[in-house]
């Protein structure tokens, strides 16, 4: 249905006049049924089409009935729908949407979608499944309007269905409390998709695989359901400040230790700075292992350490 079927539109301008009086809006619903349209969704839709709102004056009622009418339709009572055959309903909008969107938009992504089917439960209800979806616009996120053609005993109907639509994105979350310092283990975490409206703020920061947290120390206790963020966890530290760690230095096929104490803390791969116990040298050197060190920078002064061949 276009605005100049369901609105008045006054303007000085006929091509304006015209122009606005063209737009598409909403699918009619089919023959017998109605709808209802809000006048804020009018706008919403009027925005989405590019109509600056701004230079536009709204006024009448703030929710109209729309539909066609058949003058020698029999009326009947409404059809009751048990609570779980709405549910089953439900499920199986979504899934035929979700996969129409594939079809449509991009393969394999993730979708959640709220559908509001209080105005076409009969028709669902007395459908034995549904032959097309149409309908919707790119980027397919936000609200949609679709069109469902149904096969029911009476033959073919076409009924209108709105959706609310967003892009589900995956995020790792604690399933266990996780306090500082402890190591994450799988058994610690589960990956979750949840829609993305709902972590717009975190996702960047969040991991997106178990596999990148595994392993990880934790930085800062963790809660059960809250997801882990980079700013959560670091690399295990394995030389702490103060401690006594194995100074290895390799080269030519021979090892060559020497005995030190930590001035830094340092996770695997890090550089810190250590001194030698036999004659305080201090040397930088980067973190291997638990308590391990190789020498990155040798110092001319370093004592004659122990040499051992492998």
Same mark, same amino acid.
């Given at each position: 249905?276009?605005?100049?079927?369901?609105?008045?539109?006054?303007?000085?301008?006929?091509?304006?006049?015209?122009?606005? $009086?063209?737009?598409?809006?909403? +699918?009619? %619903?089919?023959?017998?049924?109605? @709808?209802? #349209? !809000?006048?804020?969704?009018?706008?919403?839709?009027?925005?989405?089409?590019?109509?600056?709102?701004?230079?536009?004056?709204?006024?009448?009622?703030?929710?109209?009935?729309?539909?066609?009418?058949?003058?020698?339709?029999?009326?009947?009572?409404?059809?009751?729908?048990?609570?779980?055959?709405?549910?089953?309903?439900?499920?199986?909008?979504?899934?035929?949407?979700?996969?129409?969107?594939?079809?449509?938009?991009?393969?394999?992504?993730?979708?959640?979608?709220?559908?509001?089917?209080?105005?076409?439960?009969?028709?669902?209800?007395?459908?034995?499944?549904?032959?097309?979806?149409?309908?919707?616009?790119?980027?397919?996120?936000?609200?949609?309007?679709?069109?469902?053609?149904?096969?029911?005993?009476?033959?073919?109907?076409?009924?209108?269905? $709105?959706?609310?639509?967003?892009? +589900?994105? %995956?995020?790792?979350?604690?399933? @266990?409390? #996780? !306090?500082?310092?402890?190591?994450?283990?799988?058994?610690?975490?589960?990956?979750?998709?949840?829609?993305?409206?709902?972590?717009?703020?975190?996702?960047?920061?969040?991991?997106?695989?178990?596999?990148?947290?595994?392993?990880?120390?934790?930085?800062?206790?963790?809660?059960?359901?809250?997801?882990?963020?980079?700013?959560?966890?670091?690399?295990?530290?394995?030389?702490?400040?103060?401690?006594?760690?194995?100074?290895?230095?390799?080269?030519?096929?021979?090892?060559?230790?020497?005995?030190?104490?930590?001035?830094?803390?340092?996770?695997?791969?890090?550089?810190?700075?250590?001194?030698?116990?036999?004659?305080?040298?201090?040397?930088?050197?980067?973190?291997?292992?638990?308590?391990?060190?190789?020498?990155?920078?040798?110092?001319?002064?370093? $004592?004659?350490?122990?040499?051992?061949?492998?």
């Amino acid at each position: 249905m276009t605005l100049g079927e369901i609105a008045d539109i006054q303007s000085d301008d006929p091509q304006q006049n015209r122009q606005l $009086a063209e737009l598409e809006l909403v +699918l009619a %619903p089919a023959k017998g049924t109605k @709808r209802f #349209l !809000r006048s804020r969704e009018v706008q919403d839709l009027l925005m989405a089409r590019g109509v600056n709102l701004a230079v536009h004056h709204f006024s009448g009622a703030r929710e109209i009935q729309i539909g066609v009418d058949v003058e020698d339709k029999v009326p009947t009572a409404p059809i009751a729908v048990p609570t779980d055959q709405e549910a089953r309903l439900s499920t199986a909008v979504k899934t035929a949407i979700a996969q129409y969107l594939d079809s449509s938009g991009d393969p394999g992504q993730r979708w959640y979608i709220e559908v509001d089917l209080s105005e076409v439960l009969p028709q669902l209800a007395t459908a034995s499944h549904i032959l097309e979806i149409t309908g919707g616009q790119r980027p397919w996120t936000g609200r949609q309007q679709f069109a469902l053609l149904l096969s029911t005993e009476q033959g073919e109907v076409r009924v209108p269905v $709105a959706a609310e639509i967003s892009i +589900l994105q %995956p995020r790792v979350v604690a399933i @266990r409390e #996780l !306090r500082r310092g402890a190591i994450i283990r799988e058994s610690d975490v589960e990956l979750r998709h949840e829609p993305a409206t709902y972590i717009a703020q975190r996702a960047a920061d969040g991991f997106k695989s178990v596999d990148q947290v595994v392993g990880q120390e934790v930085r800062r206790p963790i809660r059960v359901g809250q997801s882990v963020d980079r700013g959560d966890v670091q690399r295990p530290v394995l030389v702490h400040r103060g401690d006594e760690v194995t100074v290895f230095a390799r080269t030519g096929g021979i090892q060559v230790s020497t005995r030190a104490v930590a001035r830094d803390d340092g996770s695997h791969g890090e550089l810190v700075e250590v001194e030698t116990l036999i004659d305080r040298t201090k040397i930088y050197a980067r973190v291997s292992g638990p308590q391990t060190v190789d020498i990155f920078a040798r110092s001319a002064s370093t $004592a004659s350490p122990e040499v051992v061949r492998p």
